[in-house]
């Protein structure tokens, strides 16, 4: 069986939902999020200018050098490039808290880089996709409108954002409130969800998890240890270097992978690759924010001609 030719199962009403539950984690996201979160990032504009060239520029770009290296199955590749394509994951702000990283930046980092994934997850999509020969051909296969694809995204990401950050600037204590449980419902929500769509397809993850698992593990790799090594060495100090890499690795994949059902017929690749994202990602996410939890970061001393610089 080709990966390429299976497409996974999702009635219309059980993707409905679906759709509705990532607007909801996304409102929950945005109950934590104010107008200051922005106004951060105009005061000190570097570290996130950095990190959201990171999340849109590079990460796209090494993924097509990627798939240009290990030449995968098409959908495989095209579920890279959209993966690529989205903005940071609801759990980045945690881990870069428990990493001992820049936690406010990454605040500001998920709330710019989800208002810029409402055009940049569609434009980064669709022209790595057109770039890459056997992608590009997959492409033509399906009728995918951008400006559809564009009203898709705002609905599940703009709209509960606005609303999330209107209650909080409004009614700051009942958001407070309803804080208490929408974050932990968004997270079960978001488990759920990638649960109920492997179970349906479940024969299809079991033959085809180890194509995916490992391209998917470099590509992980990729993502975080672009984040790190660029803003080493635009020598960013060491919590805004935790707080980009973290951004950068821990991608939406629950946005992804309604994408794909939405507009690819849950295209086999992409979805497997989807779905094994938004389970990678929290270990490999868990794993290095608890590494770094244990190393809080230290000025290093260094000439005296050079002054003091946090590392």
């Known amino acids: 069986m080709n990966i390429d030719d299976i497409h996974l199962n999702f009635n219309a009403t059980?993707?409905?939902?679906?759709?509705?539950l990532i607007g909801f984690i996304m409102f929950g996201v945005a109950l934590d999020l104010q107008s200051s979160d922005f106004k951060r990032s105009l005061k000190n504009p570097k570290p996130a200018l950095i990190g959201l060239f990171c999340q849109f520029i590079l990460l796209p770009a090494f993924t097509y050098l990627l798939v240009l290296l290990i030449q995968p199955r098409p959908s495989i590749a095209l579920g890279l490039f959209l993966v690529a394509a989205c903005p940071g994951g609801n759990l980045s702000n945690f881990l870069t808290y428990l990493a001992r990283g820049n936690t406010p930046l990454s605040i500001s980092m998920s709330a710019i880089s989800t208002v810029l994934a409402i055009f940049m997850t569609p434009f980064n999509t669709l022209l790595w996709g057109s770039l890459y020969g056997p992608t590009n051909n997959l492409l033509k296969s399906f009728t995918i409108s951008p400006q559809d694809m564009l009203v898709t995204i705002f609905l599940m990401l703009g709209l509960p954002l606005a609303i999330g950050m209107y209650i909080r600037h409004k009614y700051p204590a009942k958001a407070q409130q309803i804080n208490k449980w929408a974050k932990k419902a968004s997270i079960a929500f978001f488990l759920l969800f990638v649960i109920v769509s492997l179970a349906a397809n479940f024969n299809y993850f079991l033959e085809f998890i180890g194509m995916v698992a490992i391209i998917v593990f470099i590509?992980?790799?990729?993502?975080?240890?672009?984040?790190?090594?660029?803003?080493?060495l635009l020598k960013l100090p060491v919590t805004d270097r935790r707080a980009i890499s973290i951004e950068v690795g821990i991608q939406n994949s629950g946005l992804g992978l309604i994408l794909i059902f939405n507009f690819f017929d849950g295209l086999g690749g992409m979805a497997l690759v989807a779905a094994w994202w938004a389970i990678w990602h929290i270990i490999s996410g868990l794993t290095i924010a608890t590494y770094w939890s244990k190393r809080p970061p230290l000025e290093e001393p260094v000439p005296e001609s050079a002054g003091s610089v946090k590392t």
Not at 219 to 232: E, P, V
């Open 14 to 20: 059980s993707l409905t939902v679906m759709n509705v």
């Open 219 to 232: 590509h992980n790799l990729l993502a975080i240890t672009l984040g790190y090594t660029a803003s080493s």
